[in-house]
């Protein structure tokens, strides 16, 4: 079975924009409530990482996954994750820095959220709708070949 990107963050920070981008679907954003089965990843809801309670499906649905990407959004810098999540996951995790065109004044706040999650360098610094920081990104998850389609 073919391992998919699994994509987490908080309600709103750019996870189903970031999905459909990765998926080459350019349809309309939908609001979820469940997780998303995409033909390359695998779309958390917000409350996961928002609830505590929630952790253990979280790292239970990452078996399925290639990669983790946490992200941060860079509009709402806020702590939502608990120092050293990156940690729970058996699979890489990626740290990745939605809507790099707003607040660019929260970028180092951004940094410093991944480094305390525990996530590892390099960073990815995205702009889904401006196609800032894609190609690195999908070269990294999918090789050359899988960044052109
Ligand atoms: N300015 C800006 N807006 C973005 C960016 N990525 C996503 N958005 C917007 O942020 C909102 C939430 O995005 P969505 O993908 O639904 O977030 P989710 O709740 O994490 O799935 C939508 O209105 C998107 O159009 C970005 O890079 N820049
Ligand atoms: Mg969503």
């Keep these: 079975?073919?391992?998919?990107?699994?994509?987490?963050?908080?309600?709103?920070?750019?996870?189903?924009?970031?999905?459909?981008?990765?998926?080459?679907?350019?349809?309309?954003?939908?609001?979820?409530?469940?997780?998303?089965?995409?033909?390359?990843?695998i779309d958390v809801p917000g409350s996961y990482?928002?609830?505590?309670?929630?952790?253990?499906?979280?790292?239970?649905?990452a078996q399925t996954a290639s990669h983790v990407l946490m992200l941060v959004d860079q509009s709402n810098a806020a702590e939502v994750y608990s120092p050293g999540f990156a940690k729970s996951f058996t699979c890489r995790v990626l740290g990745v820095v939605t809507k790099t065109d707003l607040?660019?004044?929260?970028?180092?706040?951004?940094?410093?959220?991944?480094?305390?999650?525990?996530?590892?360098?390099?960073?990815?610094?995205?702009?889904?709708?401006?196609?800032?920081?894609?190609t690195a990104l999908k070269e990294h998850l999918f090789g050359k070949k899988g960044a052109e389609g």
């Design 49 to 61: 990482i928002e609830n505590a309670s929630m952790y253990c499906h979280l790292i239970a649905t």
């Design 1 to 41: 079975m073919k391992k998919s990107v699994m994509i987490v963050g908080p309600t709103q920070c750019g996870k189903t924009t970031l999905a459909n981008a990765l998926n080459n679907y350019s349809g309309s954003l939908r609001r979820t409530q469940d997780i998303t089965y995409g033909s390359n990843t």
């Design 103 to 134: 607040a660019p004044e929260n970028a180092d706040l951004c940094f410093r959220q991944l480094k305390r999650i525990g996530i590892p360098e390099p960073y990815f610094w995205v702009c889904v709708p401006n196609n800032i920081g894609m």
